[in-house]
């Protein structure tokens, strides 16, 4: 039998190194198909977070497509998404370099397709040609040419030379998902305008395809400033489907004889925030039938739902997250995952229910009794109200702790905000419960997955709403004897950095904090970021100029004087979601005060670090911090932080 070793939390040796990690890890993302071939990108940490387009089939196995050093990315919206589209024996894909379209046959290289010029793609399908013709590439185009912000279009491109399209639809702030009908007469697309994100409010508009490749008939079909569209699809006999939340639910609707009909009423989430190009809840099986994720209480399930009937159906499947469902050759792809199980490419037998794993994110193979299990938990916050997380306990095999000594928290504000966290396996999370850690994901008020009005928390109220979930989330886990209320840390990048900030500024509850990316000045962030979420913290604080003062009331670099907690701040110097003068400024003021602080700035990465070296510098210096910090030796060798102002 093994005998643990008695040790104190957070020094405890642990096979999740940092190397382990990283080393046979990927980022999986967009899912495509033709035929039976399948394809999806990869990003890879060890190839300096390169996305690579790659090609399965079951003779051929997994084939890497794009060659080195093309980068199959957009920077479209700057989150990017729907980088690129494929057809039997063509590919078109962004290089992230250049920004350009390239187009790739087989047994040939990439030869660009779009000029050299500031200009951005995205969100591609084909247009029947006629006759001859090929037919042409309908997509997002971001132009940012001109003085002042990007114009945003949907544009028609020939891909038989260097084109930079003709605008099909424009004029408004932005436009996404443009999908062709079957048999190739009709369009449709999503667009809104300032200040609304796609989750507030989006309009769903379709027109007619004329052969010459020019629109007619244009119309609403439906959406406005509060209804948030998502994901129009045709069916295969040509009905056109969306996702609404005009019942505060995003729910699945068919357009038919001039009206939006329900096809599933259901007080559960069918669809997502719309952060990047192309993401995809549900796909068709038949003209009837569909196969659709629905996430209740934060929770995900694949189901499938026959319209002519009324009957949704859930799969049993050993997933509990589902991502980008395609439905091929009779067969469902997705991306999917579990707390057991790393995100993976997914293809499933509609017919059998048998499936095969194509693509693991990790293959690495990690005891059990290392690994900890998520708990789902709801507990009391602000108002009365009840907030949502997930808690990872403390687990190693290997040790234990002094009888008398509770665990060190990690709370974890995840970015967005608009977004959610999910219980999929995560060797990121279990680094720090197998040495000693809890872990609490938090869901706070504003995430996906509860509802339109559990999103809505949030509005004007970011950076109070998060934070005390936060807060109430930690107070709970010490109440419930579960953490060392003198031990509690807090991290999260971009938004949830913002959140971070805001906890140890405003708050007096937690030890330390570590913000990835995070958002220092609220009011600097309205003036400095990119086009999509320029006018964002509108609906999240208030108009700006007009609520300034409530913007710098917001703002944690303007209170550095309530903030009395070590902090340590990592950034990408090529950042233009949150630029790297917010971590500076943030940096300067800490170390002015006297206060314990350090900062770990990357070149060459942008919002989010996709270099091996650096993911694994960040995540160690953060280890290093805590460890100076709450007297406890890491197991690990680190390389040492300057920390300013240390020892106090």
Request: aromatic share 10%.
């Amino acid at each position: 039998m093994n005998q643990k070793i008695t040790a104190p939390h957070g020094s405890w040796r642990s096979p999740i190194t940092t190397d382990l990690l990283l080393a046979r890890s990927v980022g999986l993302g967009q899912l495509a198909a033709d035929g039976a071939a399948v394809y999806w990108t990869e990003s890879r940490p060890q190839e300096g977070g390169r996305s690579v387009l790659v090609r399965w089939t079951a003779a051929d196995g997994r084939l890497d497509v794009t060659p080195a050093p093309l980068n199959v990315r957009t920077r479209a919206h700057e989150y990017g998404g729907g980088a690129y589209s494929v057809r039997p024996g063509e590919i078109v894909f962004a290089d992230f370099a250049d920004q350009r379209l390239y187009r790739q046959e087989p047994g040939v290289d990439p030869q660009p397709v779009t000029p050299g010029a500031a200009v951005r793609f995205a969100d591609g399908v084909w247009a029947p040609g006629v006759g001859t013709d090929n037919g042409r590439f309908i997509c997002v185009r971001e132009d940012h040419r001109g003085p002042g912000e990007a114009v945003n279009s949907i544009v028609s491109l020939a891909l038989d030379g260097e084109d930079l399209g003709t605008a099909l639809v424009a004029g408004n702030d932005f436009y996404s998902t443009p999908r062709v009908s079957p048999d190739g007469t009709r369009l449709a697309w999503l667009t809104w305008n300032h200040p609304n994100m796609p989750w507030d409010g989006t309009e769903l508009w379709a027109a007619d395809l004329r052969p010459d490749g020019a629109l007619a008939n244009a119309r609403r079909i439906a959406g406005g400033p509060a209804e948030s569209i998502f994901q129009p699809e045709w069916s295969p006999d040509g009905a056109l489907h969306f996702v609404s939340d005009r019942s505060g639910w995003w729910n699945l609707y068919r357009w038919r004889d001039g009206a939006a009909q329900a096809l599933y009423p259901d007080a559960a989430e069918y669809g997502l925030p719309q952060w990047a190009f192309n993401m995809r809840a549900y796909a068709f099986i038949t003209s009837t039938t569909l196969l659709c994720t629905r996430i209740a209480n934060g929770t995900m399930t694949l189901a499938r739902l026959d319209t002519s009937n009324g009957r949704l159906t859930p799969l049993d499947l050993p997933f509990t997250v589902f991502h980008d469902v395609h439905v091929a050759a009779e067969q469902a792809l997705f991306i999917g995952g579990s707390p057991t199980q790393p995100a993976s490419v997914v293809r499933l037998n509609l017919a059998t229910g048998a499936f095969e794993i194509l693509r693991q994110a990790s293959d690495v193979t990690v005891d059990s009794g290392y690994l900890s299990t998520p708990q789902p938990l709801a507990f009391p916050t602000r108002n009365g109200r009840t907030a949502h997380a997930f808690y990872y306990p403390p687990q190693n095999r290997d040790f234990r702790a002094p009888a008398d000594e509770k665990p060190p928290l990690l709370v974890l504000s995840h970015g967005g905000p608009t977004s959610m966290t999910t219980a999929t396996f995560n060797l990121g999370k279990q680094y720090w419960t197998s040495r000693g850690f809890g872990v609490l994901d938090v869901n706070y008020g504003g995430s996906t997955g509860y509802g339109r009005a559990y999103r809505e928390r949030l509005n004007g109220q970011w950076g109070v709403v998060d934070v005390e979930d936060c807060v109430h989330g930690a107070r709970y886990l010490v109440a419930q004897g579960l953490a060392d209320g003198a031990r509690l840390a807090i991290r999260g990048g971009s938004a949830g950095g913002y959140t971070t900030l805001c906890a140890l500024t405003f708050h007096d509850l937690f030890s330390a904090g570590a913000s990835h990316f995070g958002v220092s000045d609220a009011e600097a962030l309205a003036q400095e970021t990119h086009k999509f979420e320029s006018r964002y913290l509108e609906n999240l604080i208030g108009p700006y100029p007009e609520q300034r003062e409530l913007y710098v009331a917001r703002s944690p670099i303007h209170h550095t004087d309530r903030l009395n907690c070590p902090l340590i701040l990592f950034q990408g110097l090529e950042d233009a979601v949150v630029p790297p003068n917010q971590a500076e400024r943030m940096y300067t003021a800490v170390k002015a005060k006297g206060l314990p602080v350090a900062y770990l700035a990357f070149a060459g990465e942008q919002h989010g670090f996709r270099r091996a070296e650096n993911i694994k510098r960040a995540l160690e210096a953060e280890l290093y911090f805590y460890g100076r910090l709450f007297g406890f030796t890491p197991a690990d060798a680190i390389e040492p932080v300057p920390i300013a102002n240390w020892p106090p």
